[in-house]
């Protein structure tokens, strides 16, 4: 179960950024919309058939909305940016966000763990970032805003996370997902309303797509991810975050025709060979590895 459970993930992982690629076919926000909106019908009804509750007391209420506001933001920016850089890219420069979690780590819970290797890690990310920008100033401006948008959806996304952990209301992960929704949905609606985007063609493809990323990605692909955080450890966990963007650019080298260039393979190599130096090494003590991956990805599994 756990072995099936591992490989699900990293399966649901490796193929939401081409999924959302495919998804905006409909239009950008609606995709979206269409999505968070499915995927918190779901969690309502798993909430109602487990007898599960929200907790509304005002620390539970404040995790809530900063969970829902890195939904939304993160969120919107990696839809926005999906318009223009190939769905690989998004896996890619996502893996960052342990990275910037340590940061923000630092500046918000004023806490340092950066020992010589995590700073290495996080320089060679950088190098790699770099990278990755220079070949997307070759494709055009509207790349070069698409790797902007997805840098500061990781960001977002990881101010999020060190925010909860800033606030630790006891609640679960699902807790936080699902009231989280709660604020993000509303916020996405009205978004499309002030927006005026029209909604484009209904493909086979798209509708599909928008299925799977709410009710699969969203509320199943979130239920996994804690439920193998919780059999394994932090570093086997840990790992699919390695796996999951080579993935994610061979399928979208394969099923959607992204290119994957020798300047690609070279900066994707050299975040992932980062996070793998920020993560990895042995710490004298693992609890510390294991909190620092939780906080990792607590608030980002609805993505």
Known sequence: MVKTTYLSVILIWSTTPLAIQWSIQ??????????????????????????????????AC????????????????????????????????????????????????????????????????????????????????????????MLMSTVAHATSAVMLKKINAPITGTQSTFGGLLVAVPLIMVTFLLSGESVGNFTVQSVLSILYLGAIATAAGFSM??????????????????????CALLLGSYLNNEPLSVSIIVGGSLILFGLALFELPANKSSSNLSASNELNCKSCKAS
């Open 62 to 149: 404040v995790a809530y909305l900063a969970a829902g506001l890195g939904i939304y933001f993160a969120m919107s920016l990696v839809y926005w940016s999906a318009q223009y850089i190939p769905s690989g890219w998004i896996s890619v420069i996502f893996g960052l966000s342990p990275i910037f979690t340590g940061l923000a780590s630092v500046i918000l819970l004023d806490e340092n763990h950066f020992t010589k290797h995590k700073t290495l890690g996080m320089v060679l990310g950088i190098i790699g970032l770099i990278v990755i920008f220079h070949t997307s100033a070759a494709m055009g401006i509207h790349s070069i805003f698409g790797v902007l948008a």
């Open 26 to 59: 409909s239009g950008m926000l609606f995709g979206l919309m269409s999505r968070m909106s499915l995927g918190l019908i779901v969690l309502a009804i798993l909430f109602a058939v487990s007898r599960q509750k929200l907790i509304f007391n005002m620390q």
């Open 225 to 246: 991810y804690y439920y193998i955080l919780n059999k394994l450890n932090a570093v086997k966990v840990s790992l699919i975050a390695l796996i999951t963007p080579v």
